[in-house]
């Protein structure tokens, strides 16, 4: 029995069972109807929202697109979104996304400070439903981290910021970085049979477009894009693509979208 082939492909699973659970609730007229508008550009210049109840999660992988979020984990009420970067940390794949600690990423002639994502602001019931969907404890579990929120410029602003955060956090101990908590690798994974432990492997072709997406969507820094331009997906096409498209076709006549402010320190 081929125990490593049954527990790698962790996100195509995650994927198909969002797929059910997405549909099922609009086939049976559940969800009304109503009309609002994505914003894509910051209304203004705000600290994220410290309400009481709050859960910050960053993410790196396909829930950069907003999409994902949206149409196959269900999330929709989330209080605030923006684009941010966790140093000192590097993306890595077991056919899912992964971050690691490290110091700098290098890509041929391109360096970046770590990862760029989306930082979140989530109610505790829709921090829960990402728990869920991404299988934690089995598949991942929580890290508790520090991210720079950014705007978007499709230029350098993510390396602007964190370098201005990081020297006030040098000079007065305090910064624009935001407490929050990211997904990594189980922890109790390393002392896995070999068989039953995570190995690196390259993302499929559609998982990689979808992180990609995400990454032009919120206009994250230019050195950041062509990081996940010069990485090379698998051979396989993957499932991905056509699971959101099918979520998007199923969901988009009974699922409302939401005003978002996409805010800035």
Known sequence: MRLRGIMEPYLPMGWLLLLVATMAPAACGWITTTTTTIQTRP??????????????????????????????????????????????????????????????????????????????????????????????????????????????????AGELELGQARHEDDKTGSSSMVTAQTLILPVASQFLPAPLRPRYARPSRSYLEIIQRGAQEWHLDQSYMEYLSSIQPSNQQGPEGRLLQMAKLTNDNSLPLRSVWFRQR
């Not at 605030?80 to 490290?102: I, M, S």
């Not at 990862?115 to 921090?127: A, C, N, Q, R």
């Open 43 to 156: 209304a203004h210049h705000d600290e994220p929202s410290s309400s009481s109840d709050s859960r910050f999660y960053f993410a790196y992988g396909s829930n950069v697109l907003t999409d994902t979020m949206i149409y196959l984990r269900n999330i929709r009420n989330y209080r605030n979104a923006t684009a941010a970067v966790l140093p000192n940390y590097k993306l890595v794949f077991h056919g899912a996304a992964a971050v690691e600690r490290t110091t700098t990423v290098k890509s041929n002639s391109t360096t970046t400070t770590g990862v760029h994502g989306v930082l979140y602001e989530l109610s505790p019931s829709d921090f829960d439903v990402v728990s869920r969907t991404e299988g934690v404890p089995l598949a991942y579990q929580w890290q508790p981290c520090r991210v720079v929120p950014y705007i978007g410029n499709d230029k350098n």
